[in-house]
Nanobody, 117 residues
Framework: QVQLVESGGGLVQPGGSLRLSCAAS????????MYWHRQAPGKQRELVAT???????NYVDSVKGRFTISRDNVKRMVYLQMNSLQPEDTAVYYC???????????WGQGTQVTVSS
């Protein structure tokens, strides 16, 4: 079972930056693809960024050029650096881990990001 704990959320003004962190425990972290999702009030949860076991990354179009996902396999951490934040980035951000073989996945509890002046 993967345990995931997010941190780093908060209130930031438009144009500001935040760095989210997700700490993983209980597993061989390097075998898991890692994801950041977000869910805004009244909206479905959406995939924001992906980083594979090989370090490949992918982003939803709305955050390309502003957000950067990274991982540290030694520390068992995944990060989401968020720059040029806008009010539409306001959401609860969730860390998600997935291993394909065997099929194992897990969600963190989420961290709130609010972008407002």
């Amino acid at each position: 079972q993967v345990q995931l704990v997010e941190s780093g959320g908060g209130l930031v003004q438009p144009g500001g930056s935040l760095r989210l962190s997700c700490a993983a425990s209980g597993v061989i972290f390097s075998l898991y693809d890692m994801y950041w999702h977000r869910q805004a009030p009244g909206k479905q949860r959406e995939l924001v960024a992906t980083i594979t076991t090989n370090g490949g990354t992918n982003y939803v179009d709305s955050v390309k050029g502003r957000f950067t996902i990274s991982r540290d396999n030694v520390k068992r951490m995944v990060y989401l650096q968020m720059n040029s934040l806008q009010p539409e980035d306001t959401a609860v951000y969730y860390c998600y881990a997935r291993r394909t073989f065997p099929s194992i996945d897990s969600w963190g509890q989420g961290t709130q990001v609010t972008v407002s002046s």
